[in-house]
């Protein structure tokens, strides 16, 4: 539906990391094209502080996502940001797109194999209009790594070797203590934290993969590796305190003494240094790391044969210092590499007549380093390009994924503007589906066997 020049009339469901900062943020800094207009979040706290600074009238402001979607037209909604738990997707995406209204989903869209085959048929016939947050394909970085294979610059690509190296901290955050830590509770840690590697190779390679052979386990974060005499939570007096990584209040009271966002506020609402440290001394977050309920695995390593016989592999770690991707592709006629935190790539062409590659906004540098005197193109990314981890919006992605959505609702062109379509994000969910049967079974598995 148009908005014929006005601001988009958008809800919110969901109020926690993402919804709150991630997407809600960028709706209070453009509020000429794209206003909220109504917020469902069943914690108080979280509802009215955000509802507050986006000047939502009291009546928009619901504790459930029903009953605001069943008032829907009263709001004169146009769209909804999805931003439940990952096991509250599915019926909120049904609801809106059964009453017409554009979606933006967060990842995962559903989070085991019946939930998905459940959503896929019954978004069927519905001509939703749906965008699934999977920001990286938003971000220079691999906007540029996919216009470097569209330009066929490396000739036919051959292997993609992508990496998510987790960072140590980040994984003991979200995976161990946080909400992602259990399969039942949540999904597989192959779709909660690498649906985005998943997207990038789907979208890399042009199509999905026959097959997909995955392998990994939880190593590290297991009862028998706590210390000796470790209590249940690190400021109960832990006697490795000075000399293990995952010390809470070092990372939480310490490190990010001067956030008061994400990943602090997933604490409480008392982002003090004595609020803090009671929330440690009570809460998840303050566990120690060897005697939580976690059982999602901590390395995953997974090989993908496409059509044609390009393949790809994902290795997934928790024990890196850095939280980046890195990334090598080799072709036909010459490779592509490269580092998401610093925004570097480094094109390296087999030809020694290749020329100049087009412009994709990066500072180019060249030279006759490669091998036989060819050329090698180091391309810098400008400064906003970079990344400093998960603590800052995926590089951009969060910000241009919300922008392109927006844009697409108010031109009424979605088909046009939105590059994480359905059909591609369905794509992703199911090889992570069959990279978690694999693992399991110890078999090769084919792409028809979880989609049939």
């Avoid at 939502?56 to 909804?80: F, K, M, N, T």
């Avoid at 209009?129 to 470097?148: I, K, Q």
């Avoid at 090989?303 to 080799?330: H, K, M, W, Y």
């Avoid at 060819?374 to 590089?395: L, N």
């Amino acid at each position: 539906m148009s908005t014929s020049g006005r601001p988009v009339r958008t809800a919110i469901l969901g109020l926690g990391g993402r919804g709150a900062e991630a997407y809600g943020q960028w709706f209070l800094r453009h509020p000429e094209l794209a206003t909220v207009v109504a917020v469902a979040e069943p914690m108080e706290h979280r509802r009215e502080a955000f509802a507050d600074s986006a000047g939502v009238p009291a009546d928009h402001r619901y504790a459930a996502w029903p009953a605001l979607l069943d008032d829907a037209e009263r709001l004169g909604l146009d769209a909804v940001v999805i931003a439940l738990p990952d096991r509250v997707h599915v019926e909120p995406a049904v609801a809106a797109a059964r009453r017409g209204l554009a979606i933006l989903l967060e990842k995962p869209m559903a989070t085991d194999e019946e939930a998905l085959r459940d959503l896929e048929t019954r978004l069927r016939g519905l001509a939703p209009r749906v965008a699934v947050a999977h920001v990286l394909r938003e971000t220079p970085f691999w906007r540029s790594v996919h216009a470097v294979l569209d330009d066929g610059l490396i000739g036919e690509p051959v292997t993609i070797r992508l990496e998510e190296n987790i960072g140590y901290w980040h994984f003991a955050h979200s995976y161990v203590r946080g909400n992602w830590r259990n399969t039942a509770a949540a999904s597989p840690m192959v779709l909660a934290k690498t649906s985005h590697d998943l997207d990038i190779i789907r979208w890399l390679a042009g199509h999905p993969p026959r097959t997909v052979s995955s392998v990994g386990n939880l190593l590290h974060f297991r009862a028998e590796n706590a210390p000796e005499g470790a209590p249940t939570h690190c400021v109960h007096g832990c006697p490795a305190a000075d000399t293990c990584p995952f010390y809470a209040p070092r990372y939480y009271v310490d490190a990010l003494a001067d956030v008061d966002g994400w990943p602090v506020a997933l604490l409480g609402s008392d982002t003090s240094r004595a609020g803090r440290l009671t929330a440690l001394a009570e809460g998840p977050y303050g566990r120690c790391v060897y005697r939580s309920d976690n059982d999602v695995v901590d390395h995953q390593q997974t090989v993908f044969e496409f059509p044609g016989g390009l393949t790809a592999t994902l290795t997934t770690s928790a024990f890196t210092g850095a939280n980046t991707r890195t990334v090598q592709i080799t072709g036909t006629r010459g490779e592509v590499s490269g580092r998401m935190e610093t925004g570097e790539l480094r094109l390296q062409r087999f030809s020694p007549a290749a020329t100049a590659p087009p412009s994709v906004g990066y500072a180019v540098t060249s030279s006759t380093d490669g091998p036989l005197g060819h050329r090698v193109d180091e391309w810098r990314a400008v400064p906003e390009a970079s990344d400093a981890g998960d603590h800052r919006g995926h590089a951009g992605g969060d910000d241009a994924l919300v922008e392109r959505f927006v844009r697409a609702v108010a031109a009424d062109d979605f088909d046009a503007e939105v590059t994480t379509s359905l059909a591609a994000s369905l794509d992703s969910h199911w090889m992570a589906f069959a990279a978690e049967r694999s693992r399991h079974t110890r078999r090769v598995v084919t792409l028809a066997d979880v989609r049939p």
